[in-house]
């Protein structure tokens, strides 16, 4: 019980700017105390497309800023952080095309696999590099071959025993693992987490602060800000039909929380109608969410969540029975045509307030806040009917090649995370420049 009322008191005291604050004079200190330049470590990964795009940037990330930058090089996936790594695999191919098209990169080849000879000779090339720093461009010569048809370029290639190869590779992994992070292309400096070029504007903006641009402190990786304007003259028309936006949420998912409060805002702009498919959380389906991949997403949350002003860090955990409840209300809602306020003021509730939406006087407040009347909402708090309905909105998210949420489909096109609607918003505008679509 008290572990259960401290709960969010301790997360807003992890999210709160003063321990940021702290953490980075901290670390600041330590690397002028050890006369240690700024370095970052990267960790790459062959297999990964995010790679391959990251290692693109970080040439320009070097031109820009005084920075070193070691590189790692990691081959297996944490198996315990991905519940489907077949489905992570494919989407991540999609995912990447249209991630290097938004800021003009190479993009990987679709049907790129690599043999196992390939898969060797590429292993080598890089262990050569290991241990050095600022040799982005030899590891992005690698990478591109790897990644973009070509062939191989015959060399005579150094004999490394496969059991050091294998080595040094599981210590590159456990010291990923060790650093308190799971995913290839993700970046660490100054005690901090930087995944992909998704998350290279946060560490543009840190390094700019720090004084380490070498011209004009400027981002360019923030791929929200590249969406084009749209070209018509006129504000969309509340009477056109347009398609609709379809959006598969757990009320536990902090990234979902994000998401819905700027799906909700988007289909506002533009006037596009939002249907919310609600899906259980990843525990209460059975699947596995282990503590530090969960601070991983925490952090990077309260980090998205400032970038867009919105309220998040006061944390009281759902799980369970609050879960239950909120759909119930959530199907109750849906009837009188106030399901999306009600999702709106849950999740503040819990994931800026600190409200525990087991108790009747958080979830009355809530009701009530979304323009219901309580005494007939407290009546559905049993009810068990949305189950089936969540078990299809959940087949149906697998059927389109996903495992977790928030994902999004905007007519035939589907995409994952509240970090591409950058993606749906650009859908959205092609659809209003050519309503033929």
């Not at 320009?60 to 297996?76: A, K």
């Not at 191919?93 to 690599?114: E, F, G, N, V």
């Not at 292309?185 to 998704?198: C, I, R």
């Not at 591409?420 to 050519?434: A, K, M, N, P, T």
Request: one cysteine or more.
């Amino acid at each position: 019980m008290l572990v259960r009322i401290l709960q969010p008191y301790v997360a807003c005291l992890l999210a709160s700017d003063l321990l940021l604050r702290l953490r980075r004079a901290k670390a600041e200190l330590f690397r002028k105390v050890s006369q240690q330049p700024h370095e970052v470590s990267v960790f790459i990964s062959l297999d990964d497309p995010y790679s391959f795009l990251l290692v693109q940037v970080l040439t320009n990330m070097q031109t820009r800023f005084d920075i070193s930058i070691r590189f790692y090089l990691i081959s297996h996936l944490q198996k315990e952080m991905f519940p489907d790594p077949e489905k992570w695999r494919k989407h991540s191919m999609i995912d990447a095309c249209r991630l290097a098209a938004q800021h003009k990169l190479i993009a990987p080849s679709k049907d790129k696999l690599l043999s196992n000879e390939e898969r060797a000779a590429f292993t080598s090339q890089i262990l050569e590099l290991h241990g050095t720093v600022n040799n982005t461009s030899d590891y992005l010569k690698i990478l591109s071959k790897a990644w973009v048809k070509q062939k191989v370029q015959e060399r005579k290639l150094p004999q490394l025993d496969i059991v050091s190869v294998s080595q040094q590779l599981a210590e590159n992994e456990q010291k990923l693992k060790k650093m308190g992070h799971y995913l290839p292309a993700s970046m660490h400096y100054g005690g901090e987490w930087y995944w992909g070029v998704d998350r290279l504007s946060h560490l543009e903006k840190r390094l700019n602060a720090l004084g380490l641009s070498k011209g004009i402190n400027t981002v360019l990786y923030d791929t929200q800000e590249l969406i084009s304007k749209p070209v018509f003259t006129q504000s969309a028309n509340k009477e056109e039909k347009q398609k609709s936006l379809e959006m598969f949420y757990s009320a536990r998912s902090p990234y979902s929380y994000l998401g819905l409060e700027r799906a909700a805002a988007l289909c506002e702009k533009y006037h596009v109608n939002l249907v919310i498919k609600p899906v259980l959380p990843m525990v209460m389906r059975g699947m596995l969410v282990p503590h530090r991949k969960k601070m991983v997403i925490f952090h990077d949350t309260v980090r998205e969540a400032k970038k867009y002003n919105i309220p998040y860090g006061f944390v009281a955990d759902p799980l369970g029975k609050p879960i239950e409840h909120c759909y119930a209300l959530f199907i109750h809602a849906r009837h009188h045509g106030k399901e999306l306020a009600f999702l709106l003021n849950f999740g503040r509730a819990v994931n800026a307030e600190g409200r525990h939406a087991d108790q009747l006087d958080t979830l009355k407040d809530i009701i009530e806040r979304s323009g219901l009347d309580w005494e007939k909402a407290r009546l559905e708090l049993e009810n068990t009917t949305w189950r089936e309905e969540l078990d299809q909105n959940y087949n149906e998210l697998s059927s389109f090649g996903f495992w977790g949420v928030p994902c999004f489909k905007y007519g035939s096109e589907f995409t994952w995370g509240q970090d591409r609607l950058w993606f749906i918003e650009q859908l959205i505008q092609d659809d209003l420049v050519d309503p033929r679509n």
